[in-house]
């Protein structure tokens, strides 16, 4: 199973950068699927977005300026950032939760991360 991100990169106060994030070797669909980041300088990542069966849930530092969406046709979660801030500025990482049959349990698989700076 791998979790391949990309779109990262480097952009301007109040511009625009969409991630995606492709599964191979697993399907998204039915799976809760979202985005975390760790800041720099920190150990610990924060929930961006995600989605899974009761709906859509944001964290509230990216209301109205953060869409999360998926597409189970290609495999891939996308997450549109908009008016980005220097605050932004982190590594994005990719999530998605799987039931595994045989384990009888949940599996969380993570992307390898893409940073985002956002200059002022």
């Known amino acids: 199973v791998q979790l391949q991100a990309s779109g990262g990169g480097l952009v301007q106060l109040g511009g625009s950068l969409r991630l995606s994030c492709t599964a191979r070797?697993?399907?998204?669909?039915?799976?809760?699927v979202g985005w975390y980041r760790r800041a720099p300088g920190k150990t610990t990542r924060e929930l961006v977005a995600?989605?899974?069966?009761?709906?859509?849930k944001y964290a509230d530092f990216v209301k109205g300026r953060f869409t999360v969406s998926r597409d189970n046709a290609k495999n891939t979660l996308y997450l549109q950032m908009n008016s980005l801030s220097p605050e932004d500025t982190a590594v994005y990482f990719c999530?998605?939760?799987?039931?595994?049959?045989?384990?009888?349990?949940?599996?969380?698989?993570w992307g390898q991360g893409t940073l985002v700076t956002v200059s002022s």
């Open positions: 999530w998605v939760r799987s039931w595994e049959e045989l384990q009888g349990r949940y599996n969380d698989y």
């Open positions: 070797g697993m399907s998204i669909s039915g799976n809760a």
């Open positions: 995600s989605i899974n069966s009761y709906g859509t």
